[in-house]
C-alpha cells in the first residue's frame, strides 16, 4: 500500500514540472541569449531542488529512531495532500510563478522528510526473513510500475483534468494515505521482528 502511494501521490508530476517552473512561462518564445539564461535558471532549480531533498532526508534519516516512522509518514503524507491543495489553487488561479516554485519545494521536502524513504525502510522490518528477499522484490515492481503508470498519464490527466485537477487528483492520493497510514501502518521503531509479528498478530490496537 504504501509504496503505491509513493508514487501515486504525484511526486514525478512535480518534478517533470520543476524544469517547467524554473525556465518560465514563456521559455517557448524566448530566443538567443534569454532561452540560454532560462535554461540556466532551470538548471539551478534542478540543483535547488535536490539539495532540498537530501536535506529533508538528512533530517529523517537523524530523527527517525527518536520520532518514529508512522510520524514521519502521517506528516509527510499531511504536508503533501496541503501541497498539493496549494498548488492546484495556485495553478487555477494563474499565481505567480514564485509561488508556483515554492508550493513545489513544500511538496518534495515534505516527501523527501517522510514518503520517500520510509516505506523501503518499514518494509524491510516487517516481512519475515524467509520471505524478506520476494516481498522486497515485489514492493520494488510495483513501485516502478506505479512509477511507469504515473508518467504514462500524466499529460492525459493534465489534457483531461487540467493542472490543477491533476495536483488535486494527487492531493487526494496523499489523503488516503493519511487514512491508511494511520489505520494499518504499525509503528516498527524499537522493535524486533518477533514483537512486528505479534503486531500483526494481534490487530489494529496494538499498532499504536
Known sequence: FVVCVQQWSGVNAFVFNTKKLFQGDDYASLTGPAKREANVDALHGAIIVNAVQVLFTGISASLMDRAGRRFFLLASLIGMAISCLVTGIVYHSSGHENLKIFVVLCYLACFAVGLGPVPWLIASEIFPN???????????????????????????????????????????????????????????????????????????????
Open 130 to 208: 524467509d520471505v524478506r528477499g520476494v516481498m522486497m522484490s515485489l514492493c520494488t515492481v510495483i513501485n516502478w510500475l506505479s512509477a511507469f503508470l504515473i508518467t504514462l498519464t500524466f499529460d492525459s490527466m493534465n489534457s483531461a483534468l487540467t493542472p490543477s485537477g491533476t495536483f488535486w487528483f494527487y492531493g487526494v492520493v496523499c489523503t488516503i494515505g493519511v487514512v491508511g497510514v494511520y489505520s494499518f501502518v504499525p509503528e516498527t521503531k524499537g522493535k524486533s521482528l518477533q514483537e512486528i509479528s505479534e503486531i500483526f498478530r494481534h490487530g489494529y490496537r496494538e499498532r499504536h
